[in-house]
């Protein structure tokens, strides 16, 4: 591919990262942006007969090409950023933002694609463009497109605000994360942590030419602290530090969430709905909001008497441990002692047997004995930092499904958690060809410690092979429509690619192909596989009762909250003559008496009462960093972990049945599953697979067993 002035305006498969630089973002941004109104402007004003192919077909050829260009800008600002990148992005962030929010409120634009809908090659569409064309349609009014003018101007500035409100967040999240540091000179402090975090510790004092250990708030950091320090005010120390990230300080959170809501709340009602979940979930498996809180509240009761056994077990075991009381930073500590008392297991003991590389590698054979499908390792050099990987991906006909990059390790210049993301989106295409998808996946686990590689907890191993799961639906789908194919799903769909694949690291068979210690080479052993699969429901219902309660506060701040707060109606238009302006108006954000940060701390407490023990863990929830709702995408939809765990821990059964290595069982979720995106309703695919429809205890089954007091 010949090398041009801009690597964001080159094409091609292998995207440059290597070249982008922070002076490429704007012009690249503002030129393909121009190109695109261009080539939708040529769509609607076209004089032939609406078609398939010159208007259906070419409209998404050119949002294709948009959604794929960007792609390598958003990508570095979550793995790379720095502040020339970020500035850059949020100079042509209000163009990006208003190029998407108008293309559904163009006029002549949707008049052309409403006049397709009434032709008669439309009325006699079948199989994937017959929905493509309902589903577009749909889009089209869910996205404002019957609005009257006004309201189209007022929906679009909703947009933009929220676009700026949430980058902000997200910034805020990860500067507030980078910039502490515990700097501790007494070893006696560190008691009880493993030697492994401890070596990194005193390595990340080194660079800074200091003496002592360096605690941070990335996450293998803090969750050695948390898990093994016996000293009980270090645990507190750090809990306090990382809960109370943008409470307050120089990274704020706290004003930028009443006004995400009430942005939210106000578009939901000038598209015609009661609140934001009813817009949100109008197209998900859950269909309303009402019917995903009453899906949170059955889980709940039904969770109840597990979370109760489990928190007296969690108070007497810190009782025997010489612990006054059981606070909110002792948790992990006492479950991970209750743990290794009860079942002489835990992370450290498994560490040596999950070396990262050999994990991916017992991965990819697990996918290629049960889908058929061969991942292969390649070297390029067009990536964004030396850990990254590469990798090819073909189906057991030889086709080339696609390629994807991985990346797992902290950096201060890298958001936290793990994730997926897709790059570009192939499929079949019209000369019998398959154009290849291209993805990526994400984590942050222990990096490599001297001469030991990468280790990881049987956790964080469950986090490869869901972030894995997503990356699957993605590459595999054979969807010849882009927006119908991989991700492009009901969102409470979604996660059953993902949940479904942890599945497999509880299993023998499979982890004999990937649990072996790093140094010996020796299988994990019997007694420990039996008793890290025994210890597998081990506080069960209190994590269970955990993820419900995420989703029922995601749900309460969106149905009871939001439509209490002032609407922020008056947020100006953006300088016309400053396509790049900041928009102060919206970033400064205006204040809502009654609703400042210490009332929505005070509403988040009082809803998570229920599921707390008492008060003061009531207060320990991560609002101001809850990136998932405000940056991440799971804004009224943190209910689907939950409700896909129900589906996957149902769809797991048939491997059970038929063996989880079965080649036959596998092809049949590839073939009704994995690849079959949007092209079909979730319910059918899912009875095309299990010949029924769900079973909505297998979650409680898997997850949590007999009722308390059954045997």
Sequence with gaps: MRETANPLLEGGYRIPFHRIRAEHVEPGVRALLSRAQEALD????????????????????????????????????????????????????????????????????????????????????????????????????????????????????????????????????????????????DEDRLEGIPPGPRRRFREAARQQERDGWILTLDFPSYEAV?????????????????????????????????????????????????????????????????????????????????????????????????????????????????????????????????????????LFETVHRVFGITVTPREIEEVWHSDVGYYELRDEDGTWLGSFYTDWFPRKEKREGAWMNDFLTGGPEPDGGFRPHLGFIAGNFSPPDGNDPSLLSHREVRTVFHEFGHLLHHLTSRVPVPARAGLNVAWDWVELPSQIMENWTWEEEALELFGRHHETGDVLPSDLLERLQAARRFMGGWHQMRQIAFGTLDLALHTDLAPQLPALSRFPEPDATDPGDEGSEVLKVPEMPGFGGQEILAFARKRMEPFSPDPEFAESHPLSTFSHLFSGGYAAGYYSYLWSEVLDADAFTRFQEEGILNRETGRAYVEAILSRGDSAEPEELFREFMGRDPDPEALMKRNLGPPPGEP
């Design 226 to 362: 948390m898990k093994y320090a016996t000293d009980r005010s270090l645990r507190e120390e750090l809990h306090r530090a990382y809960l109370g990230r943008c409470r307050g300080d120089d990274h704020d959170n706290l004003p930028l969430i009443p006004a995400i809501l009430s942005l939210r709340q106000e578009m939901a009602e000038l598209l015609g709905h009661r609140n934001f979940p009813d817009y949100r979930l109008e197209d998900a498996m859950v269909t309303s909001g009402d019917r995903a809180t009453a899906f949170e509240e059955d889980l709940k009761g039904r969770t109840r008497p597990y979370w109760e056994g489990d928190l007296e077990e969690l108070r007497e075991h810190a009782a025997r441990l010489g612990l006054e009381g059981l606070r909110p930073w002792d948790v992990s500590f006492v479950a991970e002692s209750l743990r290794r008392e009860r079942f002489r297991i835990d992370d450290e003991v498994l560490r040596p047997y999950f070396p990262l590389d050999q994990v991916l590698e017992g």
């Design 42 to 185: 040529a769509l609607s004003g076209r004089e032939t007969p609406p078609t398939w192919e010159n208007t259906l077909g070419r409209l998404e050829e050119i949002t294709q090409e948009v959604s794929e260009a960007l792609v390598p800008v958003s990508h570095l600002l979550s793995v790379s950023e720095t502040p020339e990148l970020r500035e850059a992005y949020n100079q042509v962030l209000p163009d990006i933002t208003a190029f998407w929010s108008r293309l559904p409120l163009n006029q002549a634009l949707w008049e052309r694609v409403q006049s397709y809908a009434e032709t008669r090659e439309a009325e006699e569409l079948t199989g994937i463009r017959a929905r493509h064309l309902e589903k577009t349609l749909k889009e089209f009014r869910r996205a404002g497109a019957d609005l009257p003018p006004g309201d189209k101007a007022r929906l679009e500035r909703i947009r933009l605000a929220l676009a700026r409100l949430s980058r902000r967040f997200s910034e805020n999240v990860l500067d507030a994360t980078a910039a502490y540091e515990l700097h501790v000179q």
